[in-house]
């Protein structure tokens, strides 16, 4: 079992930046690749960043380019997603999930771990 704990999401103003972080136990956290998803109200949970077991390889969905960087740091056990020039449209709850799966994946079902999720609030 790996247990995941969410911490870091709060309300901030258009344009502004939050870091949210992710912190596991249980197992190994370098043998998980991590990613983080988000649920705004009323809509389904949706892939957001995907952060390689190393490190070294990242993909992000469209909606985040060039705004959002997902780092891990494995000697701490933790993920973490910088969020800058925020919108109020990345208005959700914001998950971290872990999977021992090598490749790449959006899909919630891929990911066999997760948290229980921060509220990131952005004001206009």
């Known amino acids: 079992q790996v247990q995941l704990v969410e911490s870091g999401g709060g309300l901030v103003q258009t344009g502004g930046s939050l870091r949210v972080s992710c912190a596991a136990s249980?197992?190994?956290?370098?043998?998980?690749?991590m990613a983080w998803f988000r649920q705004a109200p009323g809509k389904e949970r949706a892939f957001v960043a995907h952060?390689?077991?190393?490190?070294?390889?990242?993909y992000y969905a469209d909606s985040v380019k060039g705004r959002f960087t997902i780092s891990r740091d494995n000697a701490k056990n933790t993920v973490y997603l910088q969020m800058n020039s925020l919108k109020p449209e990345d208005t959700a709850v914001y998950y971290c999930?872990?999977?021992?799966?090598?490749?790449?994946?959006?899909?919630?079902?891929?990911?066999?771990?997760w948290g229980q999720g921060t509220q990131v609030t952005v004001s206009s």
């Open positions: 999930a872990a999977t021992l799966r090598v490749a790449v994946s959006t899909m919630r079902g891929r990911f066999d771990y």
């Open positions: 249980g197992r190994t956290f370098s043998n998980y690749a």
């Open positions: 952060i390689s077991r190393s490190g070294d390889s990242r």
